[in-house]
């Protein structure tokens, strides 16, 4: 049989489930508080308010007119509106407009598996990946990227993320140093000793960098796994392996051995059903394409896209600099093309 000795996860909102496996079989994992911290957004926000942490206005939310009376108080001209329990922008809307309150109460409702629903203050600035590995106390910070949303508001109300880039705007600056102590703070104040901490940080102009929200687990979407590794030379997931085995990581290993700029991009095809997929092969095989991977087939029906989970694929590149790469990026939407109920389509938002 199997010789288990450990348990992390990647990409899924399960801590709760570490938890009970690690305290279970005595392993390193997060504790059952933290589970509740870090997969209930009110209770997380919370907790970061009386910890001093620095987080956007937030309140609970019954109906569409507690969420009404909230945000005229807080007189900020845009809000969200999210369940308390999803991950990967499902149920999340961003709204400019009274009107539409209900409508979004009610999809972050029935998208809830609690019926739980959170309406936060709409902070407006540049937005940070991070990644913190953490044994027993002492923290670093080897993920650190910019994400993007420009050109994603073709989807809004939706909110939806196309990637980052690595290395951040911010590297090397006393801000990352800020925010590498904000998000230090964060994961302590959720009680991760040991493990690892995800955060999403928002860097406002007036107030400085705030917590958006902390995920207890390793990052999906490629970011631990591929921009971090191919960017800079760290591969943290081996940290966490290792402590979810019981070992302090090898802190040498989690400094930088190399610059590399790496972007991820997504692709969203339009609505229908899919034909066909036409991937050069020239391109999916040429220097600074790491990785061109298609997660739909001919015959699917693709969705409107509502959420991270609709996307039809990524790729991930890699160059000398931001200009090398932008190159690639825009070659690949050009180049790879999706055939929808007849039609050619790029992958590009639309």
């Not at 870090?38 to 907790?47: G, P, S, V």
């Not at 910890?51 to 309140?59: D, E, I, L």
């Not at 040991?194 to 406002?204: E, L, M, P, R």
Request: glycine share 10%; net charge neutral.
């Amino acid at each position: 049989g199997e010789n288990l000795a450990g348990v992390s996860t990647m990409g899924s909102d399960v801590p709760h489930l570490l938890a009970a496996i690690s305290a279970r079989y005595r392993w390193s994992g997060p504790t059952a508080e933290t589970g509740r911290l870090a997969t209930d957004k009110l209770a997380m926000k919370e907790r970061f308010a009386a910890r001093g942490v620095p987080v956007p206005r937030f309140a609970a939310v019954a109906a569409d007119a507690d969420a009404r009376d909230r945000w005229r108080a807080w007189e900020c001209p845009r809000v969200i509106v999210k369940p308390t329990d999803r991950a990967g922008s499902r149920g999340v809307q961003v709204l400019s407009d009274e009107s539409a309150l209900r409508s979004a109460v009610e999809t972050a409702r029935r998208e809830s598996r609690t019926g739980g629903v959170i309406l936060e203050e709409f902070v407006d600035g540049p937005q940070i990946s991070t990644e913190t590995v953490v044994w027993q106390g002492r923290a670093a910070t080897p993920g650190f990227a910019d994400r993007l949303y420009e050109g994603m508001e073709v989807f809004h109300p939706r909110i939806m993320e196309n990637g980052g880039w690595l290395p951040s705007r911010f590297a090397g600056s006393p801000l990352q140093h800020e925010v590498e102590r904000l998000v230090e703070n964060a994961a302590t104040a959720l009680g991760i000793e040991t493990g690892v901490a995800k955060g999403d940080v928002v860097v406002c102009p007036r107030r400085g960098p705030m917590m958006i929200e902390m995920a207890a687990r390793l990052s999906g979407g490629d970011f631990s796994a591929g921009l971090v590794p191919l960017g800079t030379g760290v591969n943290y997931v081996e940290a966490v392996i290792a402590m979810a085995l019981g070992r302090e990581p090898d802190w040498a290993r989690l400094q930088p051995s190399r610059s590399l700029v790496v972007a991820n991009r997504y692709f969203f095809p339009p609505p229908g059903r899919l034909d066909e997929v036409d991937v050069p092969a020239d391109f999916a095989s040429r220097c600074g394409v790491a990785k061109l991977e298609i997660t739909r087939r001919p015959g699917d029906v693709l969705p409107t896209i509502a959420s991270h989970g609709d996307r039809a694929g990524v790729m991930v590149l890699t160059g000398g600099s931001r200009a090398e790469v932008q190159e690639l990026i825009d070659e690949g939407y050009e180049r790879v093309r999706f055939r929808v109920d007849g039609s050619w389509r790029s992958g590009l938002p639309e």
